[in-house]
């Protein structure tokens, strides 16, 4: 190996001689160093043979730049071991790489460099983008409108860099050039949005072959002006940064898809295309697919929908019923809502026939036809339910659909229904309300210390507490209700459809207003209380339960829930000597009876009307204390 280290020797002086660039050098020394390790190990001396064998044997496994520039070392030096120098041929061209490429890609590059940049005289885009052109010159296209995303996704792999910032930066400059040569019209705009680092290794190539043929659910051609409009939507809703990063990374990748399979504009594809790039997407798949449901539904409505839960192999249970259960509970439904009846009794409908379906299905029975008394008697015995009032309500909605299918001759029987029992047998619970301890917990609350949200909740259970609103009420509340003047909220019952005008208290007031001032969100929403979340509108009733259990842990003690604030209110009221008629008025009852049941929790003038024993006939002869 004498010989070897020193006409390797005579490379790399000649190298420093000449004033080659230390990259070129280092690469010299590694690739000598490496392939004289190579030798050794197998035991045997130089030879021609044995370098290329070398060379070829390892072009799998390295990367294009070094596998092209250890052959380029190779065949240096084998000039010296030939001639003693290394042959013109194979001294490379000193020239830069823009020198080297030709006249169409030269003229394309010089159209970027004096019309495409802010600041021309930045020398780092000639560099750069001369040596993704030149990379391309050699595999054979002639002009950038030949680019495609094979060559392109085959540059990322080889093109060689000592770091990965230095690689970033490169393709950071590359992609400003693809920009604007697809502003020309020249190629793709998908190549300037491949190119990059966070999205380029989740590009995945399918087939052809394995994509879905034309079905009737063909998209339009989704262009990213369309992307851009749809994340301009986002926005405006109020969506939060990560989530429209989200949505642009995984609506990037549905694009480029796109763009390399014009014909796959379907919605079988997306969803096949999105189990090949699922394994890719790590921990937050499950946004990303949400984001999709999302802009499918933009595309056909135009509308941006907040009520996508993002899985598009979910079937609703009414439509993995037989048809001629879901056809019918369809059409049952849809007619509730023409009659005008709230989505809650809409649903609680929906749930009550699916449940009796189902077991219809169970029991074997293939059309309503076949429903004998004998069944529903089986049915209401093997339906389990926590209450007996639970049961009845079920039972009272069912009752409603068996006679919807009389109606609809889908059944012969017009009595059958009342096969269905729909009672329960009374029962009287003992009022349940805050304690002295829990109220003076709730008022001795730091508002100060609270977040926006804590600020809203405690807001909630305050007007609760005081003015013994129900949570659908207060949840409704909007602000045309309030009259700061008057200092007094008016609203329309959500239950009775009772209007009630009750005096607002000022510390209520003032809670009120420190939430509007410091912790409601900027919203057009008409309503008081608002989500702290995109989109910015209206809460569910059931967040008044757990604003309680925020301020109150032991919350979850009160069977009512929220309930036992408008319980509390109305006790608190008769302890003060309220006529019951008042408080029946403040609570929106049409009448006074509700209100007797809290007469028993006023233990101070209970004590006031005891009933004589000696009216009764009971003596106090005897016992205890007159033995």
């Known amino acids: 190996m004498e010989q070897y280290d020193k006409n390797v020797t005579v490379i790399l002086e000649f190298l420093v001689a000449e004033n080659f660039s230390s990259s070129v050098i280092s690469m010299h020394r590694l690739c000598y160093k490496a392939l004289r390790k190579h030798l050794t190990e197998e035991k045997i001396l130089y030879s021609s043979d044995a370098a290329y064998r070398w060379i070829d044997d390892n072009k799998a496994c390295w990367t294009y730049r070094q596998h092209t520039g250890w052959k380029h070392c190779v065949d240096q030096l084998e000039d010296v071991y030939a001639n003693g120098l290394i042959l013109p041929n194979h001294l490379g061209a000193r020239g830069s790489a823009y020198c080297l490429l030709s006249e169409t890609l030269k003229a394309e590059l010089d159209d970027f460099l004096d019309n495409g940049l802010i600041t021309p005289d930045d020398d780092r885009y000639r560099i750069t983008c001369a040596r993704f052109l030149l990379y391309l010159q050699n595999k054979g296209l002639q002009s950038i409108s030949q680019l495609d995303y094979s060559r392109l996704l085959n540059f990322h792999k080889d093109d060689y860099h000592k770091s990965s910032i230095s690689k970033d930066v490169y393709e950071d400059l590359i992609r400003v050039f693809l920009r604007y040569s697809s502003d020309r019209g020249k190629c793709s705009l998908g190549f300037s949005l491949a190119l990059n680092k966070l999205l380029i290794h989740q590009i995945v190539e399918i087939p052809d072959a394995g994509l879905l043929g034309t079905t009737p659910t063909v998209f339009p051609v989704i262009s990213w002006s369309i992307i851009e409009r749809f994340l301009q939507e986002m926005a405006n809703t109020r969506y939060n940064d990560t989530v429209l990063k989200s949505t642009k990374h995984i609506l990037t990748l549905y694009y480029i898809f796109l763009d390399m399979h014009t014909f796959s504009r379907t919605e079988e594809n997306l969803w096949l295309w999105f189990e090949h790039v699922k394994p890719f997407l790590g921990a937050g798949w499950k946004q990303h697919r949400r984001s999709l449901c999302q802009f499918l539904h933009y595309l056909k409505t135009g509308i941006i929908t907040t009520s996508y839960t993002g899985d598009p192999s979910y079937v609703p249970p009414v439509d993995r019923l037989p048809a001629w259960a879901s056809d019918s509970i369809h059409s049952y439904l849809a007619l509730l809502e023409r009659e005008g009846w709230k989505k809650s009794t809409i649903t609680m409908h929906r749930s009550c026939c699916i449940r009796f379906c189902q077991y219809l299905q169970k029991d074997g029975i293939n059309n309503f036809g076949e429903i004998t008394t004998d069944t529903l008697q089986n049915f209401n015995r093997k339906d389990i339910h926590t209450t007996p009032e639970g049961k009845a309500a079920y039972n009272c909605r069912i009752r409603c659909f068996l006679i919807y299918l009389y109606e609809q001759g889908m059944i012969c029987n017009p009595y059958l229904h009342k096969a269905l029992p729909t009672m329960s047998a009374p029962h009287t619970a003992i009022v349940q309300t805050l304690s002295a301890e829990d109220m003076a917990y709730i008022w001795s609350v730091d ?14 259970v305050c007007v609760g507490l005081t003015m013994g609103f129900r949570a659908i009420d207060i949840v409704s509340l909007r602000f045309e209700n309030i009259d700061w003047k008057r200092r ?56 008044c339960a757990k604003a309680l259990k925020r301020f109150r842990p032991q919350a979850d003690t009160y069977r009512d829930g929220f309930h036992v604030l408008r319980k509390t209110f109305a006790t608190n009221l008769l302890r003060g000597n309220t006529k019951a008629e008042l408080i029946a008025d403040s609570l929106g009852h049409s009448t006074d009876s509700t209100v007797h049941k809290y007469l028993s929790l006023d233990e101070e003038r209970m004590r006031q009307c005891p009933i004589s024993l000696d009216a009764i006939g009971i003596s106090l002869q005897g016992g205890v204390f007159h033995a």
């Open 447 to 460: 508002i100060d210390t609270l977040s926006p949200v804590g600020l809203r909740d405690y807001a909630i």
């Open 488 to 543: 007094s909220i008016c609203l329309t019952q959500e239950k009775t459809g009772k209007n009630i005008a009750l005096p607002m208290p000022v510390k209520t007031g003032n809670i009120l207003f420190r939430y509007l001032r410091d912790g409601r969100p900027e919203s057009a929403d008409a309503h008081v209380f608002i989500k702290h979340k995109t989109p910015f509108k209206g809460l569910h009733r059931c967040v």
